[in-house]
Nanobody
Framework: QVQFVESGGGLVQAGGSLELSCVAS????????IGWYRQAPGQQREEVAVIKRDGEVWYADSVKDRFYILRDNAKSSALLQMTSLKPEDTAVYYC??????????WGKGTQVTVST
């Protein structure tokens, strides 16, 4: 059974930083592109960062130059380093396989709240 477990969220002031962690189990992590997604209240879930198996990265325009995605295949983990946070970054953050997330892989996510 594949499982993604996210952690590291919290409450932070605008301009602050947070680092999210995602640990996967039950799948060959190193061969998958991994994505970080977020869902704000009343909005659809959106993909904000991707790291391919070769380390190549992609970011949504809304987070480019502020968020950074990393992976550690030995630990089956992916990090999302978030800097210069804005109130509009407030959302529940999830990880999953990139571009075509698998519905049964969604975890509980981790809440990020950015205050003004």
């Amino acid at each position: 059974q594949v499982q993604f477990v996210e952690s590291g969220g919290g409450l932070v002031q605008a301009g602050g930083s947070l680092e999210l962690s995602c640990v996967a189990s039950g799948l060959p992590f190193s061969i998958h592109a991994i994505g970080w997604y977020r869902q704000a209240p009343g909005q659809q879930r959106e993909e904000v960062a991707v790291i391919k198996r070769d380390g190549e990265v992609w970011y949504a325009d809304s987070v480019k130059d502020r968020f950074y995605i990393l992976r550690d295949n030995a630990k089956s983990s992916a990090l999302l380093q978030m800097t210069s946070l804005k109130p509009e970054d407030t959302a529940v953050y999830y990880c999953n396989t990139a571009w075509t997330p698998i519905n049964t892989f969604w975890g509980k996510g981790t809440q990020v709240t950015v205050s003004t």
